[in-house]
């Protein structure tokens, strides 16, 4: 990526935060004269923009998904704290979040340790303008995906939870299982060092060829859902949520990046093309 693309990146990234940060403003309570939900949007953005200037210095990635996950805990415990009233939906939409943070960064940052890098950044993280755009992404990421539960949290109206942020909380709890079992199915597959060259078809992921990021999906879906009767007019656009988790995991930096070097390692694997025939792409199925 040149120095063009990622400077246009990071502008087409600070446009669609102002969008969000504008839907989800409307009908929102303030916090000492500013919109809650947008300061909530500056402290996402803030965080990752620090964080990158050490790391830029140390040209070292290893606190990437570490920061990232710490700014929703961030932006979600400021929402809670600084809102005037708090009721079921913002608490369990804040627990949400909070869980699969720690749960998610916890598991990335040891991961990271262990490998001693990720490889997603080996040639980033030497180019400025392309690791400030990484950041600066994250920062979006962390924006929009939260953004209908923020929403909701800060809302300045309150109303019923209903059936439908019960159906989301069994979504979200669904795809929270199923993540964490994806994850930890394969960490223990690569403890193995019979398989340091091989590619996982065990268990869940014999259902699927990326089950952890169909849990992800799925448990954004479900905190969407919770959060949906608690949003009015302008704030219903934060639904975008799970769409741009879904885009961001199948269109862009998720089964693209992996299936590129997956079939650069394994292409010409005959157990690997009829993995790759056999198993969805995404929604698990049973083995045939």
């Known amino acids: 990526m040149t120095t063009k693309n990622s400077i246009f990146a990071i502008a087409v990234s ?8 504008l839907a989800g403003s409307s009908n ?17 953005f803030g965080i990752q923009w620090i964080c990158f200037i050490p790391s830029w210095f140390l040209h070292s ?29 913002s608490v369990l939409l804040g627990l949400m979040i909070c869980l699969w943070g720690l749960r998610l960064g916890t598991f990335l ?22 690791f400030l755009m990484s950041w600066t992404v994250q920062g979006l990421w962390v ?13 300045s109206e309150r109303n019923d ?19 964490i079992i994806a994850d930890e199915q394969k960490r223990r597959f690569k403890m193995d060092p019979s ?20 849990g992800e999906i799925v448990l954004w879906i479900g905190i969407s859902l919770v959060a949906l009767p608690g949003l009015s007019s302008w ?37 690997f093309l009829e993995y790759k025939e056999a198993t969805p792409v995404l929604i698990p199925r049973p083995p045939k």
């Not at 939870?161 to 993540?179: A, D, K, N, R, S």
């Open 14 to 21: 600070l446009v669609a935060a102002l969008l969000i940060i």
């Open 195 to 214: 398989n340091q060259n091989s590619f996982i078809t065990e268990g869940i992921w014999g259902w699927s060829q990326h089950p952890n990021y169909f």
């Open 61 to 89: 990635e290893r606190f990437f998904d570490l920061v990232g996950s710490a700014t929703y805990l961030t932006v979600t415990v400021v929402a809670l704290l600084a809102v005037p009233e708090i009721d079921t939906r």
């Open 109 to 130: 940052f040891a991961r990271v340790q262990a490998v001693g890098h990720d490889a997603r950044f080996n040639l980033i993280k030497h180019k400025f303008a392309w």
């Open 235 to 271: 704030q219903h656009f934060t639904l975008i949520s799970p769409v741009f988790v879904f885009l961001l995991l199948t269109r862009i930096s998720g089964i693209p990046m992996l299936d590129s070097a997956a079939r650069k390692r394994w292409g010409d694997d005959p157990r």
């Open 143 to 155: 924006l929009l995906t939260s953004s209908a539960a923020l929403a909701a949290i800060t809302a």
């Open 28 to 44: 929102g309570v303030d916090a000492s004269g500013i919109r809650l939900f947008a300061i909530c949007g500056l402290i996402a």
């Open 161 to 179: 939870f209903g059936i439908i942020g019960i159906i989301g909380i069994i979504l979200w709890l669904t795809g929270f299982v199923i993540e």
